[in-house]
C-alpha cells in the first residue's frame, strides 16, 4: 500500500507505546481479571467495617496494594473444582505472606485490628472461590448478552490448524463458532484423516469467507508458504475479517499486529480492530459522554437550523443516506439537507464546487460542517463514532473496493463525524484516485496507532479546520 500521502504518522503522536493486548476481548475474560482481585479488596472492606466501624486510611491503602498485586486475575472458569480450590489456596497464600512479612517489617501491622486481619486471612480466599462459582453460574448468561457467537474459519488442515480446532471446540466460554477448514491439498495429503470440514481450497477462501459471513481467519501455514500467504492477505482486503496468524511469524503493513491467544494456542492479529477490551469501553464511553454533552448544548442550534432548512427549500430536514459500518454492516446516517436531491441509490455523484444542487443554506452549512450534528444521535445510537475513518456511501463504496487494495479494512472500526484523513487535507470531494487513496492510507494510519490522545488531537484540531477550511463543497 502506498504510503506516499501520509505527511505525519499518528504514532508521532503517541508519546508510550501501546500495550500488547493480553487478548481479554471476551467479557467473561474483563470479569475473570477482576474477579480475585475484587474479592481480596471488598472483603477486606467488610471485615474493616464490621471491626472498626469504618474503611480508615490504612484499609484503603492496604486494598489498593492488594489488587496491584493480584490484577490481573487467573482465568480459572474452566479449572476443575480441586484444581480451582488449590489454585486460589497456593496464590492467596503467596499474597498473604508477602503482606504480612512487609507489615511486620515496617511495623505497619499495628495499624489494623488484629482481629480483622486474622479474619481476612481465610475469609478472603473463601471470597474469591465463592466469586468464581457466582461467575460459573452467571457465565451462560453472560455469552448470551454479548451476542451470537463469532464464526471462524481456519487456513491450513494441518497439526498446528487440527490443535487450535481442538482447543476451540473444548473451551465452552469461547465465542467462537468454527465453521470449518480451507487447504488446497488432496485428502490423502492432510493431516486429518476424515476432512469432513474442508470447506474448499485456498483460492476459493475470499468467496468463502463473503459467502459464510466469517468474522475470524486463523492462518495456519508453514513459513515456506509466504508468497502465497501474502496472496491471500490482499485477497483477503476486501473483507472485514479479523485475520490472524498461528502460529508466529514476522508480517508487514500489520493493523493493530499483537501477539494474544485463542483458547490457550498463541496467535498474532494482523488485521484487527484497536477498540477491544478496555479500550473498546474507553471509547464508546467517551463517545455517549461527549455526544450527550454536545447535543445538549447545540440543541438551540438544532431547532433554528431544521427551520432554516425548511425554509430554504423543499423536502426534509434531515437527510438519510446508506452507508457502511462497522464489519461492512450497513446504516443509516443522518444529515441536515444540503441538496436539492436526497440521492441514495446504486450511483451518487458526489458534491463538486459551483454543483447546482447545493442549496442557498446548504452552501453554509457544507461549508461549515454544521450539516453534519445529528450524526451525534447516530453517535449515541451506537453506528457511529465522534472520531474514525468518514463513511461513504455505499455507491461509493462498492466502486473504490475494487480500485484500492485495503479499502475495506477501515471498516474495522465505525466511522466517524471527523477523521484523520479529514483533519489532514482530505476533507469534502475526492475527485482523483490519487486523493481517495490518500484518505485510506490516513485512516488505516489511525487504526493502526490509535489513542484516546489522538481522538482528542483530531477532534481539537477539526475544530479549527473547519472555521477556515473551504474543501468541503
Not at 505497619?108 to 479474619?119: C, P
Not at 508466529?248 to 494456542?265: A, E, H, K, R, W
Not at 481517495?436 to 488505516?444: A, V
Request: hydrophobic residues 45%; positive net charge; charged residues 20%.
Amino acid at each position: 500500500m502506498s504510503k506516499t500521502h501520509l505527511t505525519l504518522s499518528a504514532a508521532a503522536l503517541n508519546k508510550q507505546p501501546v500495550p500488547a493486548s493480553l487478548g481479554r476481548d471476551n467479557l467473561l475474560s474483563i470479569l475473570e481479571s477482576v474477579v480475585g482481585p475484587g474479592a481480596f479488596v471488598f472483603s477486606l472492606w467488610a471485615l474493616a467495617y464490621y471491626f472498626e466501624g469504618g474503611i480508615y486510611p490504612p484499609y484503603l491503602i492496604l486494598s489498593v496494594i492488594v489488587f496491584a498485586l493480584t490484577f490481573p486475575g487467573q482465568a480459572r472458569l474452566q479449572s476443575s473444582i480441586p484444581g480451582l480450590i488449590a489454585d486460589i489456596a497456593v496464590n492467596w497464600a503467596g499474597v498473604a505472606g508477602l503482606l504480612l512479612i512487609s507489615g511486620f517489617a515496617t511495623g505497619y501491622l499495628r495499624e489494623f485490628s488484629k482481629g480483622a486481619l486474622i479474619t481476612w486471612l481465610w475469609v478472603a480466599p473463601l471470597t474469591e472461590l465463592g466469586a468464581c462459582f457466582v461467575l460459573r453460574i452467571a457465565a451462560p448468561m453472560l455469552l448470551e448478552l454479548q451476542g451470537p457467537r463469532q464464526r471462524a474459519i481456519i487456513v491450513g488442515m494441518n497439526e498446528q490448524g487440527l490443535a487450535l480446532a481442538d482447543k476451540i471446540k473444548n473451551s465452552p466460554y469461547a465465542r467462537i463458532e468454527l465453521t470449518g477448514f480451507v487447504d488446497s491439498r488432496s485428502a490423502d495429503r492432510l493431516s486429518s484423516p476424515s476432512p469432513q470440514n474442508l470447506l474448499g481450497k485456498l483460492s476459493d477462501l475470499a468467496s468463502l469467507v463473503q459467502a459464510n459471513r466469517i468474522q475470524l481467519i486463523y492462518l495456519s501455514l508453514p513459513m515456506a508458504s509466504q508468497p502465497r500467504i501474502l496472496q491471500i492477505l490482499d485477497e483477503l482486503k476486501d473483507t472485514t475479517a479479523s485475520i490472524y496468524f498461528v502460529p508466529d511469524m514476522f508480517v508487514t503493513d500489520l493493523i493493530q499486529g499483537q501477539p494474544g491467544s485463542v483458547c490457550g494456542m498463541p496467535v498474532i492479529s494482523v488485521c484487527d480492530t484497536p477498540f477491544k477490551g478496555a479500550d473498546g469501553a474507553l471509547k464508546r464511553i467517551s463517545d455517549v459522554v461527549l455526544s450527550l454533552l454536545i447535543l445538549v448544548l447545540i440543541s438551540p442550534l438544532l431547532l433554528v437550523i431544521a427551520i432554516a432548512v425548511k425554509m430554504d427549500s423543499s423536502g426534509p430536514v434531515i437527510f438519510k443516506q446508506r452507508r457502511y459500518g462497522q464489519d461492512g454492516e450497513e446504516i443509516l446516517i443522518y444529515k441536515f439537507r444540503s441538496m436539492t436531491v436526497t440521492e441514495d441509490g446504486g450511483t451518487i455523484k458526489q458534491a463538486e464546487k459551483n454543483d447546482q444542487r447545493i442549496t442557498r443554506l446548504g452552501a453554509f452549512l457544507r461549508r461549515s460542517s454544521l450539516d453534519e450534528l445529528p450524526q451525534f444521535v447516530n453517535v449515541l445510537q451506537g453506528r457511529m463514532s465522534i472520531v474514525g475513518p468518514r463513511p461513504h456511501a455505499v455507491a461509493h463504496n462498492e466502486l473504490y473496493r475494487k480500485l484500492i487494495k485495503g479499502y475495506m479494512v477501515r471498516h474495522k472500526v465505525k466511522p466517524g463525524i471527523t477523521g484523520w484523513a479529514q483533519v489532514n487535507g482530505y476533507r469534502g470531494e475526492t475527485r482523483t484516485l490519487d486523493k481517495m487513496q490518500g484518505r485510506i492510507d490516513f485512516d488505516l494510519d489511525y487504526l493502526r496507532n490509535w489513542s484516546l490522545r489522538l481522538d482528542i488531537h483530531i477532534i481539537l484540531k477539526t475544530i479549527r479546520l473547519v472555521l477556515k477550511d473551504q474543501q468541503a463543497y
